[in-house]
C-alpha cells in the first residue's frame, strides 16, 4: 500500500509491519516502522498468545532457569546444581548455595520414616545427642510406641553406686532382684526428663542410685532409693540435679 498526506514530501509505501501515528499534536504526521517498537519485539506481534509472547521475550534458556529482576534489567538466573537452594546475598542478590547441613542433615530428607531418618544419622531409638554442652537421650521407638523400654533387666549383684546397672531405657523393669539391695542407677538427671523404674521382682527390693553427686527426693547425694518389689516409681527432674519420686500404689 501506498500512502500520501500533506506535509510528507513523498508517497510512503507501508507493510504489514507499520504503524501510523500523529505527531507534535497532530501537527505533524510521521511513520514508524513496527519492527522498532514493543507490538513485535523479537516477534511479539501475537499478542493473542500470551505463552509465546511471554517466551520470546524470556532470557531463560534451560529448563529451571528462573527470571529476576537484577536492578537494572530482568535476567537469566541459570539453574542450579543438585541440593543447592536459592539465597539473598550481598546487595540483594540471588543466588543459588550449597544445601546448608542442617536442612538435609545426611539424607534426612525421608521425615515419614524415623528409623530411615534415624539410620541415616547414624542414631538409633536410644542414642544419646549432644547439643552443645547438654546430653539428650532420645526416647524414639520403632514401632507406635514414642517411648523407648527394656523388660530384662538384672540388678547389679552386690548393690552399690559404682557398679550398678544403668538404666539406659525411658521405662526400665528390672526383672531379676537375686538379693536385697541389689543396684540400679538412674542416668544424670536433667530438666525436663522422665525416667519409669519396675521391680518385677516378687521378692526382693531393689537399691536405685542417682548418677554421681545426684539427689533423689531429699536425702543425701548419692543415696539409693529403695523400690520395694512389685513396686513402680517414676522419677522426674523439675531442677537439674535432682529427682523426685511418684510412687505407685
Not at 493473542?48 to 534451560?62: E, G, I, M, V, Y
Not at 537469566?76 to 544445601?99: C, F, K, M
Not at 542414642?127 to 526416647?139: K, P
Request: overall charge negative; proline content about 4%; aromatic content about 6%.
Amino acid at each position: 500500500m501506498t500512502i500520501k498526506w500533506t506535509g510528507f514530501p513523498a508517497a510512503v509505501d507501508l507493510t504489514d509491519s507499520d504503524i501510523l501515528v500523529g505527531l507534535d499534536g497532530g501537527t505533524i504526521n510521521g511513520r514508524f516502522n513496527g519492527s522498532s517498537i514493543l507490538l513485535v519485539a523479537q516477534n511479539l506481534s501475537d499478542v493473542n498468545d500470551k505463552t509465546t509472547a511471554f517466551d520470546n521475550l524470556s532470557p531463560n534458556t534451560t529448563k529451571g532457569d528462573f527470571t529476576w529482576f537484577d536492578g537494572t534489567n530482568n535476567a537469566r538466573l541459570p539453574i542450579g546444581t543438585a541440593n543447592q537452594i536459592l539465597s539473598v546475598g550481598a546487595s540483594s542478590t540471588i543466588t543459588w548455595i550449597e544445601n546448608p547441613a542442617l536442612l538435609r542433615a545426611n539424607n534426612l530428607s525421608d521425615l515419614i520414616s524415623v528409623p530411615s531418618a534415624l539410620t541415616n544419622l547414624g542414631l538409633d531409638s536410644n542414642s544419646n545427642v549432644t547439643f552443645g554442652t547438654t546430653t539428650s537421650t532420645s526416647f524414639i521407638s520403632t514401632g507406635t510406641n514414642v517411648y523407648s523400654a527394656d523388660n530384662t533387666l538384672t540388678a547389679h549383684s552386690g548393690g552399690g553406686q559404682g557398679s550398678a546397672l544403668a538404666l539406659t531405657k525411658s521405662i526400665n523393669q528390672v526383672k531379676t532382684v537375686a538379693a536385697p539391695g541389689d543396684s540400679i542407677k538412674l542416668p544424670a538427671a536433667t530438666l525436663g526428663q522422665m525416667i519409669i523404674v519396675i521391680n518385677a521382682d516378687d521378692t526382693n527390693a531393689t537399691d536405685c542410685f542417682p548418677d554421681t553427686n545426684d539427689i533423689i527426693d531429699d536425702l543425701l547425694p548419692n543415696s539409693a532409693f529403695s523400690i520395694a518389689s512389685n513396686k513402680a516409681v517414676i522419677f522426674v527432674c523439675a531442677v537439674p540435679g535432682t529427682w523426685n519420686s511418684i510412687l505407685s500404689a
